[in-house]
């Protein structure tokens, strides 16, 4: 299928426990943030976005944290399920009319 | 899911030879975009479209162009391609200019394009 897992960093966590995945982004003055999943063989997916004028937003068994002091933003899933394994990645924009830079993933693997 | 379709999924063609990779929606979306996906790298602009017949580059758009007559389809075209562009490429689609605002990118499944 469709993926580029390969040579990215790897969490693995047990089924039932809660998982954090980390990103660090670059540019301060970047005001938007988006968290993507991407399964094996498919494109990446939406999952929860957040503004720079918030430091945390919570979905449906989701939560994003955005430490903006030391660039930081995290994506905690709780209660982690097989079917949360995938490569997770951060998209940032800075300002109008500025693209979506994504960075490299995450992947996470679920044990049952 | 959005109405993304990606053709061909999959493609072995020779340096040198042109590709055309189709992206076809039926979510009536006014922007998409194609990016490329390599391993070591995240997700790379390509060109991108705002509307029939208007496109612009993004950030890795040598060797490639972009053609969109309606609405419903972007097409990326390699006019001859190079064994540097072996690699996924994803269509995506926004009702919104993701550029401008929060607008949500929904993508298609790929297609993996390999230069021999």
């Known amino acids: 299928g469709e993926s580029v897992g390969l040579h990215l960093p790897t969490l693995s966590v047990q089924e039932g426990d809660n998982s954090i995945i980390n990103c660090a982004y670059s540019?301060?003055?970047?005001?938007?943030f988006i968290w993507y999943k991407q399964e094996s063989g498919k494109g990446p997916q939406f999952i929860i976005d957040?503004?720079?004028?918030?430091d945390k937003r919570q979905g449906q068994r989701v939560t994003v944290l955005l430490n903006k002091t030391v660039k930081h933003l995290s994506l905690q899933i709780a209660a982690t399920q097989p079917g949360d394994s995938a490569v997770y990645f951060c998209?940032?924009?800075?300002?109008?009319?500025?693209?979506?830079?994504f960075g490299k993933g995450i992947t996470l693997s679920v044990r049952p | 899911d959005a109405g993304i379709t990606q053709s061909p999924r999959h493609k072995v063609t020779e340096t040198g030879t042109p590709v055309t990779l189709r992206c076809h929606q039926t979510?009536?979306?006014?922007?998409m975009y194609w990016y490329r996906q390599d391993p070591g790298h995240g997700l790379r602009l390509i060109h991108y479209?705002?509307?029939?017949?208007?496109?612009d580059k993004g950030e890795v758009s040598d060797g490639y162009s972009v053609s969109r007559s309606k609405t419903e389809d972007f097409l990326l075209t390699l006019e001859s391609a190079t064994s540097s562009q072996t690699s996924v490429y994803f269509c995506?689609?926004?009702?919104?200019?993701?550029?401008?605002?929060?607008?949500?990118?929904?993508f298609g499944e790929g297609s993996r394009l390999t230069v021999l």
């Open positions: 995506a689609i926004s009702e919104r200019n993701s550029m401008a605002s929060t607008g949500e990118l929904f």
């Open positions: 540019n301060s003055a970047s005001d938007y």
């Open positions: 957040i503004r720079s004028n918030m």
């Open positions: 998209a940032e924009k800075t300002g109008a009319n500025s693209k979506l830079t």
């Open positions: 979510e009536n979306h006014r922007y």
């Open positions: 479209s705002y509307g029939v017949k208007d496109t």
